[in-house]
């Protein structure tokens, strides 16, 4: 199995940025296709980004296209999102996930989650 541990999150104002990281273990982790989800209070936890195992593809919610940039370094097992012009409804507990299968939106076929790391955007 894989565990993923998120960082980086913290309190920013609009128009900021941020750099969460995902750091990952197991020796399968280059088998995983990894997601960013987002859940704010009393919302479902929804996509944001996603990277297939080897970096060539990537997906973006499309609240978050040309603002969120998602990278993964297989060596040091680790992924990241960058994200900049940071909005008040960015503001949600961001969690990493890795799935065996590809690449989606539905975070039903994501297998291992990380226990999330909150980032707030004040106006």
């Known amino acids: 199995q894989v565990q993923m541990v998120e960082s980086g999150g913290g309190l920013v104002q609009a128009g900021g940025s941020l750099r969460l990281s995902c750091a990952a273990s197991?020796?399968?982790?280059?088998?995983?296709?990894v997601g960013w989800f987002r859940q704010a209070p009393g919302k479902e936890r929804d996509f944001v980004a996603g990277i297939s195992r080897t970096g060539g593809t990537t997906t973006y919610a499309d609240p978050v296209k040309g603002r969120f940039t998602i990278s993964r370094d297989n060596a040091k097992k680790m992924v990241y999102l960058q994200m900049n012009s940071l909005k008040p409804e960015d503001t949600a507990v961001y969690y990493c996930a890795a799935s065996s299968l590809a690449v989606t939106t539905s975070r039903n076929t994501y297998y291992y989650w990380g226990q999330g790391t909150q980032v707030t955007v004040s106006s």
């Open positions: 197991g020796r399968t982790f280059n088998d995983y296709h």
